[in-house]
Nanobody, 123 residues
Framework: QVQLVESGGGLVQAGGSLRLSCAAS????????MGWYRQAPGKQRELVAT???????NYQDSVKGRFTVSGDNARNTVYLQMNSLKPEDTAVYYC?????????????????WGQGTQVTVSS
């Protein structure tokens, strides 16, 4: 199917910045949208930001004005620039992508997740 590989997580002080990257690979026909979700300990996974192939974006209210999602369609890659980080942003961040992939002689839908990358913001 389609594999997603994330990078860019780490430890940062409050007010700092991090940039996450996620590259999709495989027999990709097209990607409709890519995005980022996060899951903090004891909490459910939640949407952070998404971007469509046409460039439309969607953000969780708590990150608006601080985080920016962008994509490179030619490289099947999505980025998340995170500024003014807060301790409550601490979580495992997961990349997600939806689209079509080649399966034999036909195209099938995929909905893939990355392995997750830890983001820790210290106060």
């Amino acid at each position: 199917q389609v594999q997603l590989v994330e990078s860019g997580g780490g430890l940062v002080q409050a007010g700092g910045s991090l940039r996450l990257s996620c590259a999709a690979s495989g027999r990709i026909v097209s990607i409709n949208d890519m995005g980022w979700y996060r899951q903090a300990p004891g909490k459910q996974r939640e949407l952070v930001a998404t971007i469509t192939s046409g460039g439309s974006t969607n953000y969780q209210d708590s990150v608006k004005g601080r985080f920016t999602v962008s994509g490179d369609n030619a490289r099947n890659t999505v980025y998340l620039q995170m500024n003014s980080l807060k301790p409550e942003d601490t979580a495992v961040y997961y990349c997600n992508a939806e689209g079509l992939y080649y399966s034999g002689s036909s195209a099938r839908n995929f909905d893939s997740w990355g392995q997750g990358t830890q983001v820790t913001v210290s106060s």
